[in-house]
């Protein structure tokens, strides 16, 4: 906020003026030509206001009207904006005053105040700083109105017009004044004193792309520097997205100032408009102040010989920092991509590189560290050992790192870990599996295969592989046992506690009950006879009742938990229904050291066989031989 000028602490005047009285429109000039003349500081100076002239004119294109002096009502009546936005209205202040030295006993003197405005001056303030201070007296209100409207026309601002705020800002402190017998200011305060007609500034035109700011160049990594891999080679875009917006240029409209300076808007800079054309998977629509340019469908967007639109499928030699960096779209953005690289010397996915679309085909391989995230994605070539791959529908033909999907299929497994629902393997050598239904064409050695409903084996040609079946494989059934388990143990606590509960009360009722039944007989006798009953009958007769109540209570809230119990209890027995279906199928026959794995939930235990080499039993599962006594046996489909 600009300060125009201000009050301070009065100095040590070294010798009294003789008051002068001069007319002019700039009091700050006139007050330093005095004090210069007289070789006094302009702090050390007052005046008073004489007479204020108003004069107004408008003037024609060719001709220079004369200034007309207009009274105070009518200046108020100025007060339109059709008179006041007329940009051929002027208006001008003349002031009558007297300049004199400032007096000790001045009211204000310890009152520090400057004036200030906003940067078009349209809207004027009264800031007054903490520690200022006026003691009042009979004529205060017409005081503090004087000093508000010298301070305004000491920094050159009209008075008696755009100030219809300032009787009432004056009362309401006069008002405070009259109660204390002063105005005092712990902390620094700010008052409107005048408000004229804001300009509307002009808008220049402006293209916003706004598809590429939703996907900036680069991103900042955790500290703070810039990942210039992740730099936005596809601007993917979802239906209904908005791509690109152009702001119409707009002329602003006029004002006018508490200077009473007319304030003419610039004309508009047109430096932006489209020189593109759009494809029918853009909308444009045309509004008064903007044209909007939003996506019809979802894919990326591409811009062809000044033309926009949206594409799905697009053919890649590689991606790799130096080409294109990170690719990310989205899993919803139906982008799909057919990365092209097959050398096998070569990477088709680079080192590092993240990429996240709904679609791809990588034709070669994916290099170390590299990640690829997708609804469907199939790899030609292989997998590296520090990779990580994650798709719905997954066919790899190599794989030796990550793979997390629902439906996988993988050529030839090495060392690997796959993580699945229904998990298909032609070839395994080493790795590590889990799915709820496995199939694997050919198993070699130190495959550990973990499923929750099924392992099928065709041919078995090596040893060291661990086959488990496990109902708790996948990650929220277990954590959904746990929260299950944890919840029994909470509830068996709380069960066992409002039992002995309910039998404490069973007790106390039923020892209670022949001497409850003697004290309702004879309550019931006075109430019909009209004697006033004894206040220790009435007051056991309502202990008795409550005990009643609370029992009933306590056994229904019983009953509810020991429901709740018997149905928890069901439910982790229910984890492992699944379990007695569950099947490893070896359809080769037995080779080497191989070990078969079945986890049960209740009772917590891991059974455990060693089918011998050369055994023709080719499906196994668990066998409930006793109560409550488990094994694994070789039985039929």
């Known amino acids: 906020m600009a300060l125009f000028g201000s009050s301070t602490k009065t100095e040590q005047v070294p010798k009294n003026i003789r008051p002068t009285v001069i007319k002019t429109q700039n009091i700050a000039k006139e007050l330093m030509e005095v004090a210069k ?17 108003t004069y107004t004119r408008v003037n024609n294109e060719k001709i220079e009207s004369d200034w007309e002096e207009i009274s105070k009502s009518e200046l108020r009546q100025l007060d339109d904006a059709t008179a006041i936005l007329n940009q051929k209205f002027q208006i001008k202040q003349v002031y009558e005053i007297e300049i004199y ?9 310890n009152f520090h105040a400057a004036v200030g405005a906003n940067a078009t001056k349209c809207k004027v303030y009264l800031s007054i700083k903490a520690g ?76 916003i792309l706004h598809y590429y700011k939703e996907h900036a ?68 629509i045309d509004n008064q102040d903007n044209i909007l340019y939003r996506a019809k469908t979802s894919g990326y967007i591409s811009l062809d010989a000044k033309m926009y639109q949206i594409k799905s499928d697009m053919d890649i030699g590689e991606i790799s920092f130096k080409s294109t ?33 709904s679609e791809i085909d990588i034709k070669g391989n994916v290099g170390q560290n590299a990640k690829v995230h997708a609804k469907r994605a199939s790899i030609d070539g292989q997998t590296h050992k520090t990779s990580e791959i994650r798709a719905n529908d997954l066919t790899i033909n190599v794989h030796k790192g990550l793979a997390v999907g629902d439906n996988i299929k993988i050529s030839r497994l090495e060392n690997g870990t796959v993580e699945g629902k229904k998990v298909e393997i032609a070839q395994a050598i080493g790795g590590n599996i889990r799915a709820k239904d496995i199939e694997i064409g050919m198993c070699m050695s130190h495959v550990k295969a973990t499923a929750s409903r099924l392992i099928e084996i065709q041919k078995l040609q090596g040893s060291e592989n661990i086959f488990t079946i496990d109902p708790l494989m996948q990650k929220d059934k ?47 006798h006075y109430k019909k006879n009209g004697i006033k009953m004894p206040g ?46 569950a099947r490893i199928i070896n359809r080769d026959r037995w080779v ?35 109560e409550g006594v488990f094994e694994i046996q070789a039985v039929h489909e």
Do not use: W
């Open 478 to 524: 277990e954590e959904g046992l746990n929260e299950n388990k944890s919840e029994i143990y909470e509830l068996k606590i709380s069960v066992n506690e409002i039992k002995k509960e309910v039998d404490r009360y069973i007790k106390l009722v039923k020892d209670n009950t022949d001497s409850f039944n003697e004290v309702r007989k004879r309550l019931m």
């Open 101 to 109: 030295s400032k007096d000790d006993n001045d009211i204000f003197k």
């Open 37 to 53: 003349k007289n070789g006094v500081s302009t702090n050390s100076l007052n005046f008073d206001i004489l007479e204020v002239q």
């Open 132 to 207: 200022s201070e006026a003691v009042t007296n009979p004529r205060f209100e017409e005081d503090f109105s004087n000093y508000i409207k010298k301070s305004k026309i000491r920094a050159g601002i009209l008075v008696d017009i755009f100030d219809e705020m300032v009787p009432d800002v004056v009362s309401r402190i006069s008002a405070q004044a009259k109660v204390d017998g002063k105005i005092s200011y712990d902390k620094n305060q700010t008052i409107l004193i005048s408000d004229a007609y804001e300009p509307t500034p002009t808008i220049s035109d402006e293209l």
């Open 325 to 357: 960096g990170s690719i990310s779209t989205g899993l919803d953005s139906d982008v799909c991509l057919s990365v092209k690289e097959n050398d096998s010397q070569k990477d088709a996915i680079g080192s590092g590189m993240e990429v996240e679309v």
């Open 217 to 284: 160049p680069s991103e900042k990594s955790e500290n703070d520097r810039v990942d210039h891999s992740k730099r936005g080679f596809i601007h993917s875009v979802l239906e209904g997205d908005l791509l690109i917006e152009y702001i119409k240029p707009k002329k602003g409209k006029p004002g006018r100032n508490c200077r009473g300076e007319f304030m003419e808007p610039a004309e508009p800079e047109i430096k932006h408009a489209p020189d593109f054309t759009v494809n029918d998977t853009i909308e444009v």
């Open 536 to 581: 220790a009958f009435v007051s056991k007769y309502k202990q008795f009742t409550k005990a009643q109540e609370h029992l009933e209570g306590i056994i229904n809230e019983y009953k509810v938990k020991s429901d709740k119990l018997l149905l928890l209890s069901t439910k982790t027995i229910s984890f492992q229904d699944n379990i007695f279906d």
């Open 592 to 626: 080497g050291h191989n070990e078969l794995v079945f986890k049960l939930i209740e009772p917590p235990i891991e059974l455990v066989y060693k089918p011998l080499e050369g055994s023709p039993h080719k499906i196994f599962a668990v066998v409930e031989t006793d």
